[in-house]
């Protein structure tokens, strides 16, 4: 089972900023948040990842709260193609790591 | 594009018929893995090879598939005697693992089988 939970979708205005929240309450110390995406009919896209500080790259930003419980994906200037489901995971770095997906947020830009 | 390929993208196939996928994975990649996904549902994992050795599979992995990476390069999944039930996207991933530690897993386009 997915160790993360996601609201089931959301909709944001073309131009604004996307803030996907996923609570990983039982996360445990060695494991990472993962971020990946899927735009219909296509593979998985990675996005972002963290430990323990806030990341940022030409993607997005993901802010992880102090007690790890919880994060979000921050999408600055969302546009059309940013519609795509948001997956959140969590992971260790060691053994099988094995990716277990949940549902996940579809998140819809709004022109 | 990742950089895993994926062929074909698209399969249909009548019922009891063998199909075969291949995955050719990121070259310096040494882990590969396989996920099945549904229609609505995100990807489930099937099996994983790290180099040549297939290290894991998946209660989901019925006898009737079979993967194998036979030089530690590409892999292939093979499901005999298809049924409805394994209409599906068979999504292939890898990613580079140092000892006991593997990083981000990088996903190709996905082969989207259609059993009638």
């Known amino acids: 089972d997915a160790k993360t939970t996601q609201p089931p979708s959301m909709d944001c205005a073309e131009g604004r900023a996307a803030n996907l929240p996923c609570n990983h309450s039982?996360?445990?110390?060695?494991?990472?948040v993962y971020w990946y995406r899927q735009i219909h009919s296509q593979g998985p896209q990675y996005i972002i990842h963290g430990l323990k500080n806030n990341e940022t790259n030409e993607m997005a930003s993901l802010i992880i709260t102090e007690d790890r419980k919880s994060s979000t994906l921050i999408l600055p200037h969302a546009t059309l193609r940013d519609t795509a489901v948001y997956y959140c995971?969590?992971?260790?770095?060691?053994?099988?790591?094995?990716?277990?997906f949940g549902t996940g947020t579809r998140l819809t830009i709004i022109p | 594009d990742t950089g895993v390929s994926q062929d074909p993208r698209h399969k249909i196939t009548k019922r009891g018929q063998n199909v075969t996928f291949r995955c050719d994975p990121i070259?310096?990649?040494?882990?590969l893995y396989w996920y099945r996904q549904t229609l609505g549902q995100g990807p489930e994992f099937l099996t994983y090879f790290q180099n040549e050795a297939q290290l894991e599979k998946s209660r989901l992995l019925s006898d009737r598939f079979s993967a194998e990476r036979p030089k530690g390069s590409f892999s292939t999944l093979e499901i005999q005697r298809t049924e409805q039930g394994d209409s599906a996207m068979y999504l292939c991933a890898s990613s580079l693992a140092v000892g006991r530690t593997a990083e981000t897993q990088y996903f190709g386009p996905g082969t989207r089988l259609l059993v009638l």
């Open positions: 039982t996360i445990s110390g060695n494991e990472y």
């Open positions: 070259s310096e990649h040494n882990r």
């Open positions: 995971i969590v992971q260790y770095h060691f053994g099988n790591e094995k990716l277990t």
